[in-house]
């Protein structure tokens, strides 16, 4: 039997991450600035690891990127468009998490930060982002 390469697209995970103050009550969602190109804002987030549940990665990038901890909502989406990432074809499952404290810029992320849904600076975010943000603000999915 002859081996065929077959190539396929990488799977990611981004969070939406509802930040709340100690009352519960909403102050607004979490964007990184990006260390590395593209440069600009995006919904924090990374590559599965082999052998890592959806779930598992977004927990685990969400505390890396961040610093927080966060709680699965849940799932909100699939992103697939092969042009969604101009390094490489990815796919990203998208979750809804909620979250208390304020998030601190590590890893892939330079700063991070809340910003309330009227004010997310749309025109500075990165890949696809803006198009989940609507998709999310809007209530589709």
């Known amino acids: ?13 981004d969070g939406i991450i509802n930040v709340q103050n100690e009352k519960g009550e909403f102050e607004g969602i979490v964007l ?4 590395y190109p593209p440069t600009g804002l995006a919904l924090p987030g990374g590559f599965v690891d082999y052998g890592e549940t959806v779930e598992e990665a977004v927990i685990r990038e ?7 901890d966060v709680v699965i909502i849940r799932q909100f989406h699939v992103y697939s468009d092969p042009k969604r990432d101009p390094r490489q074809h990815t796919v990203s499952v ?4 909620v ?8 890893d892939d992320a330079k700063k991070a930060i809340v910003v309330p849904y009227d004010e997310i600076p749309f025109e500075k975010i990165v890949f696809d982002h803006g198009k989940i943000l609507k998709d999310y603000i809007e209530g589709k999915y």
């Not at 081996?3 to 799977?11: A, D, F």
């Not at 969400?62 to 927080?68: I, N, Q, V, Y």
């Not at 979250?99 to 590590?106: D, Q």
């Open 1 to 13: 039997m002859a081996v065929v390469n077959i190539k396929t697209p990488y799977l990611t995970v």
């Open 94 to 97: 998208v979750f809804e998490c």
């Open 62 to 68: 969400m505390k890396e990127e961040t610093g927080l």
């Open 32 to 35: 990184i600035e990006r260390k």
């Open 99 to 106: 979250a208390r404290g304020k998030p601190v810029g590590a």
